[in-house]
């Protein structure tokens, strides 16, 4: 297939794909326009049963629970997916490779102040995910993220501790894992599957909601190593060889 041909293709495919967008963006109701019951239902249960002041945290974990169970192995099976796809044949012999470190120390140390931020910011959001707005979806997403900053700021040597096969893919069986055992305990004392086990403690406190906590910090994990997982097949698919003169430091 020619390049002429391919554009040919690809021009009104992408208008079709843009007028349907547009159509489907003007057909959203407007901002603060709720149509239903269901947001209303659970602000005014979700507080006094499960005591998780973090309504949305509540539901993901609580009233839909088994559907986050799904959304977290959905996850799982890409990121198994992607990587089956960036491995080639000789991976196992594949020659180590690194970038140029930063010459600048001045954006080296921006870098470790956002890597050290934003491990700070990822653990609030983790920790205090069903007591104040985060989870552990979006808290391990910005812990992965500033791990990678470490890559960035330095290179792909410094990076190897974070892209240890042996280390984070159990890891990552503890964060999925986690999930579906809280569960099954639950089956095991005779209650339905999730079923919170233990006492739901004081509103507005890491000791409330229950099996929220553990299930949110199970998430965290899961979601982390995935991330660092992509992370390093893509790095050590696509990174640049280190040049010459730079392969001692």
Do not use: C, K
């Not at 970038?99 to 140390?109: G, P, W």
């Not at 700070?120 to 007591?131: D, S």
């Amino acid at each position: 297939m020619t390049r002429r041909l391919r554009l040919a293709l690809l021009v009104p495919s992408l208008l079709g794909l843009g007028a349907l967008f547009a159509w489907s963006i003007t057909g959203l109701p407007r901002f603060g326009d709720y149509r239903g019951p269901y947001g209303y239902v659970l602000n005014q249960i979700v507080v006094p049963l499960r005591h998780s002041t973090n309504v949305v945290m509540g539901t993901t974990f609580d009233v839909r629970g088994v559907d986050t169970m799904g959304e977290e192995f959905i996850l799982y099976a890409a990121v198994l997916g992607v990587t089956l796809l960036l491995r080639d044949e000789a991976g196992g012999g594949r020659v180590e490779r690194r970038t140029r470190r930063l010459r600048s120390d001045a954006v080296r140390l921006v870098g470790v102040v956002l890597i050290g931020g934003g491990l700070l910011v990822g653990l609030w959001l983790v920790a205090f995910g069903y007591i104040t707005p985060g989870g552990g979806f979006p808290g391990g997403v910005v812990l992965a993220g500033a791990i990678l900053v470490l890559y960035l700021i330095g290179s792909h040597r410094d990076y190897r501790p974070f892209r240890n096969e042996h280390v984070l893919d159990p890891l990552e069986g503890i964060g999925a894992g986690g999930y579906v055992v809280t569960g099954l305990a639950a089956l095991v004392s005779g209650m339905p599957f999730l079923t919170n086990l233990f006492g739901y403690g004081q509103t507005g406190t890491l000791a409330s909601a229950g099996s929220i906590g553990i299930l949110n910090g199970a998430a965290g994990i899961a979601v982390t190593v995935a991330l660092l997982l992509l992370f390093a097949e893509f790095l050590q698919t696509y990174v640049v060889p280190l040049e010459p003169e730079d392969a001692a430091s």
